[in-house]
């Protein structure tokens, strides 16, 4: 069961690649962070959507719950800034992305709660409002 209390600001905000990873001997650039579930703030956002993006499928289908709640969002990916990573949209007349600490609480928040309700690895899911 996932207890779900959405804080858009939180959303939005830019994750820390955790440096304890090298203290497991990883190393390099960009480094693969696998977390399954979204946080219970949603803070952790950014890194449950570059998880998401890997895979073409679940990129189709995020895009396409997206695009049926907010038309005018025809794209969304990752921006790896040295040791942070965040999301970014595009919308259907601009060229330049938008990237998440721009986006309004509300769009942050649909995102979130696509992510929590559609990508959840879990079956009984409970949401704050």
Do not use: W
């Not at 609480?105 to 990508?119: H, K, P, Q």
Request: with cysteine; glycine share 6%.
């Amino acid at each position: 069961m996932n207890f779900f209390d959405l804080d858009p600001k939180k959303c939005k905000r830019v994750n820390v690649m955790d440096n304890r990873l090298s203290q497991l001997g990883v190393s390099g650039g960009s480094l693969p962070i696998v977390i399954q579930n979204l946080g219970f703030d949603g803070g952790n956002l950014p890194i449950i959507i570059q998880n998401l993006i890997t895979n073409k499928e679940n990129k189709r289908r995020l895009l396409n719950f997206i695009s049926y709640l907010m038309p005018r969002l025809k794209e969304i990916d990752i921006e790896n800034i040295v040791n942070n990573v965040t999301f970014k949209i595009k919308e259907e007349h601009s060229d330049e992305f938008i990237l998440s600490n721009f986006l309004s609480d509300g769009t942050a928040n649909i995102i979130a709660l696509i992510v929590a309700l559609y990508f959840n690895q879990n079956e009984v899911i409970s949401i704050k409002t």
